[in-house]
């Protein structure tokens, strides 16, 4: 069963990085590895983490035809990893082929979507993917979409956590990136909350990179937004 532990982003570009980051800590812990590691790393990196006792958000936003997709999860069931995703913008058949694929080889893994990605403006939304709507409404229904689907959950900010946990329900998965502590650099994420604002706004998990990954202290920032979440 997933933890309820801020997820941290491992962004870094060798295991052997990763491995430095992580021997500071002496507790299990809930991490986040996306394309840039994956890619170079592949499996091996996944279990070598897994064998450390943390959870795993492989973040891969897989995003083709259903049978490419259903297949690429089943591969991916194999692997010990806690959370899966894939981008809502494939569609309900292939959202429901996901799902499929990861629950072969293990039932419980968790799979989100992604709905928009926070580097998409309400301009291009409307002018490059031709969607005549608010991003809001957008995310909503691509959310709506995902649920329907079978998922577990979206990728969202938490600035649409509320909307979404009103429309459908507090236990369907809000994972909210652009968390930042106060008086922490804001790097390039705009729309920020902080980890206590965004548990009131109704996210269920939060990722934080840079202010714990870039930390003069990782363990001791980790910390301090373990508490703020979890109050
Ligand atoms: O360093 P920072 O806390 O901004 O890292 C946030 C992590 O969440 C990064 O890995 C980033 O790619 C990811 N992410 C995001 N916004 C999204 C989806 C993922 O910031 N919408």
């Known amino acids: 069963m997933m933890n309820q532990l801020p997820i941290i982003a491992l962004d870094f570009e060798s295991e052997k990085a990763v491995n430095q980051f992580l021997d500071q800590f002496d507790e299990s812990l809930f991490v986040k590895v996306g394309m840039e590691l994956f890619y170079q790393t592949g499996p091996s990196l996944i279990n070598s983490i897994k064998s450390r006792g943390h959870d795993i958000f492989l973040d891969l936003k897989l995003h083709d035809i259903p049978n490419t997709v259903g297949k690429a999860m089943e591969g991916l069931s194999k692997l010990n990893v806690d959370l899966v995703n894939v981008h809502a913008a494939g569609g309900s058949e292939m959202m429901q082929r996901a799902v499929e694929g990861?629950?072969?080889?293990?039932?419980?893994?968790?799979?989100?979507?992604?709905?928009?990605?926070?580097?998409?403006?309400?301009t291009m939304l409307q002018q490059e993917q031709n969607i005549q709507t608010s991003i809001e409404d957008?995310?909503?229904?691509?959310?709506?979409?995902?649920?329907?689907?079978?998922?577990?959950?979206?990728?969202?900010?938490?600035?649409?956590?509320?909307?979404?946990?009103?429309?459908?329900g507090e236990s369907f998965l809000k994972v909210t990136p652009g968390i930042r502590p106060l008086n922490t650099s804001t790097d390039?994420?705009?729309?920020?909350?902080?980890?206590?604002?965004?548990?009131?706004?109704?996210?269920?998990?939060?990722?934080?990179?840079?202010?714990?990954?870039?930390?003069?202290?990782?363990?001791?920032?980790y910390h301090k937004i373990k508490e703020s979440w979890l109050g």
């Open 102 to 122: 990861i629950r072969k080889y293990n039932k419980d893994i968790k799979i989100i979507a992604v709905t928009q990605l926070t580097s998409t403006t309400e």
């Open 138 to 168: 957008a995310v909503l229904n691509y959310a709506t979409l995902a649920k329907e689907s079978g998922l577990d959950g979206v990728v969202c900010s938490p600035l649409e956590a509320s909307l979404l946990a009103t429309e459908l």
């Open 188 to 221: 390039d994420q705009k729309r920020i909350t902080t980890p206590q604002e965004a548990k009131a706004l109704g996210s269920t998990h939060i990722v934080v990179g840079r202010p714990i990954t870039q930390s003069d202290n990782p363990v001791e920032s």
